[in-house]
């Protein structure tokens, strides 16, 4: 009987006691008035939800605990104190230098929330810690667009596309809708067709639509824009390491230009856009994935391009500040996908094909 006794009685001492009950009568200001500096005060009513109390003694103890303010999010997000939750991401991260994750969840939180200012705040502080990071781009692109910050949000977008990386068909839809619309709020109707144009061309077989189509001819229609629509068809032979060259006008001004299916942009030397009258004024600055790696441009627009009948109006170019040798010997630019999506190109038999695009039922 004794010895029952005493096994009981070690039991009872190796059962955790229960934890207080503080959310019931103490003060959370007073009790976490340390973390409430570092976070931001909360509502007593959230503070006292006893699986919110508990987080908040986790941070108490350690104040930068990453899986303790993730959950401290959940909860608050769950309970409908959104806004605490994205200040308090947003200021963890601030006062412990991690992890960039937490910004995009205030940023998130902040766009639900329709904070744009305060979105593009936080954003601008992810893209402080994160220059490469795509998400970074396309969260402050959404933020900067709700503000009414139309150019500096195409910035964003076009940043986004680049760093994505060379298999361009996985970038959502959203990204280029978003740089669509940017275009359209700044009335340039023409060149709002040609993020449409480009993401139908990253996978024809199923974007190439009539939905698609109704959209790009929508802007064309707003825009009163140019581009052939008789059917043409241009085609140019692959000579060594499959590289095709063609002459193409910019403006009028013929250049020699690398055909690139995988350039987003039509590309040129700074020297030759002078010479094309290519206006840099007010143009941004964009970062462009090259073979020799990422590098600066200007994101502007040429008034005109043609390639022997084909021709396409108001299309976003990237002018470059580089030498002579920087797209080969005596080539001036690369002929991208601003202005190859507008039409259908095919590659085949040793020789790639460019033509009108055909109407689709």
């Known amino acids: 009987m004794l010895k029952r006794s005493c096994a009981v009685a070690l039991l009872l001492l190796a059962t955790p006691a229960p934890a207080i009950a503080g959310y019931l009568d103490e003060d959370p200001e007073e009790v976490f008035s340390a973390v409430y500096e570092r976070l931001g005060a909360l509502p007593i009513k959230a503070a006292r939800d006893p699986y919110i109390w508990l987080r908040l003694e986790e941070l108490k103890r350690e104040p930068c605990d990453q899986k303790s303010i993730n959950d401290l999010a959940l909860a608050l997000d769950k309970a409908g104190y959104r806004r605490e939750a994205a200040n308090g991401l947003y ?65 964003d977008y076009a940043n986004a596309i680049e760093l994505f990386g060379p298999d361009k068909k996985g970038i959502s839809s959203r990204v280029f809708m978003h740089m669509a619309a940017a275009y359209a709020a700044l009335n340039r109707f023409c060149e709002a067709t040609a993020p449409i144009a480009m993401w139908v061309a990253l996978d024809p077989a199923s974007r190439d639509n009539s939905q698609t189509q109704k959209i790009i001819a929508d802007y064309e229609a707003k825009g009163n824009c140019t581009s052939s629509t008789e059917l043409h068809k241009e085609s140019f032979p692959q000579r060594g390491q499959n590289v ?61 391009v043609t390639l022997g009948k084909l021709v396409a109006t108001n299309v976003p170019v990237a002018v470059q500040d580089t030498d002579e040798k920087s797209y080969g010997a005596g080539i001036d630019g690369l002929l991208g996908m601003s202005f190859l999506s507008r039409f259908e190109v095919q590659i085949a038999n040793g020789s790639i094909e460019v033509r009108t695009r055909r109407p689709r039922k």
């Open 244 to 304: 095709v060259t063609v002459k193409a006008e910019i403006n009028g001004v013929r250049g020699l230009f690398v055909l690139d299916t995988g350039a987003t942009y039509v590309a040129m030397r700074s020297k030759f856009a002078d010479r094309a009258k290519v206006s840099q004024i007010g143009a941004s600055d964009i970062t462009m994935a090259t073979a020799n790696g990422l590098t600066k441009a200007k994101l502007t627009k040429a008034d005109k």
């Open 91 to 155: 200021k963890f991260v601030m006062n412990c230098g991690a992890p960039v994750t937490a910004l995009h969840r205030s940023i998130d939180i902040y766009l639900r929330l329709t904070d744009y200012p305060k979105a593009v705040e936080v954003a601008d502080e992810f893209m402080r810690r994160a220059p490469s990071n795509r998400e970074a781009h396309y969260l402050r692109g959404v933020a900067l667009e709700g503000a009414g910050d139309y150019k500096r949000a195409l910035v």
